[in-house]
């Protein structure tokens, strides 16, 4: 079993905490405007082969996510930087699309490597 720290107005998996061990640190939710002490975060565990699915689903929210908020930026860049001039719109959207892609791909590759040097890292 893995174990996530919820917090506990929402239920929302997005807090933060200054402390790595539940105790009187601060902790915040990002999803609700509930702050308070690690203590408060509801424990919750969840089944490894549940995971998976947790994780694709938080993949394709990212994927979501850098589509509405970057797109735009992204293709501000695209036209400021002269790669291309903006007159065509298929081309400039298939090109943002390409970076958005390749954006998505290269932190879920960064993720799985920073959880490998963590899992590595980890006392035997
Ligand atoms: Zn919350």
């Known amino acids: 079993m893995s174990t996530f720290r919820l917090c506990p ?3 929302s998996s997005k807090v933060t ?3 790595l061990e ?3 640190s601060p902790a915040k939710c990002k999803s609700c405007a509930w702050t308070g002490t690690c203590n408060d975060l509801v424990l919750h565990e ?3 082969e549940r995971l ?3 994780a694709f689903a938080v993949a ?3 994927l979501r996510a850098l589509a509405k908020i970057a797109a735009i930026p992204i293709g501000q860049a695209m036209t400021a930087s002269g790669l291309i001039d ?3 719109p298929e081309m400039l959207a298939r090109l943002i699309r390409a970076a958005i892609g390749g954006a998505h791909k290269a932190t ?9 040097e963590l899992q590595n890292a980890k006392p035997s």
């Open 9 to 11: 107005a929402c239920g």
């Open 22 to 24: 539940l105790d009187s």
């Open 60 to 62: 394709q929210d990212y």
């Open 17 to 19: 905490m200054e402390g």
């Open 52 to 54: 998976y699915a947790i």
């Open 108 to 116: 879920l590759e960064e993720v799985a490597k920073i959880q490998g």
């Open 46 to 48: 969840i089944d490894p």
């Open 86 to 88: 903006g007159t065509e």
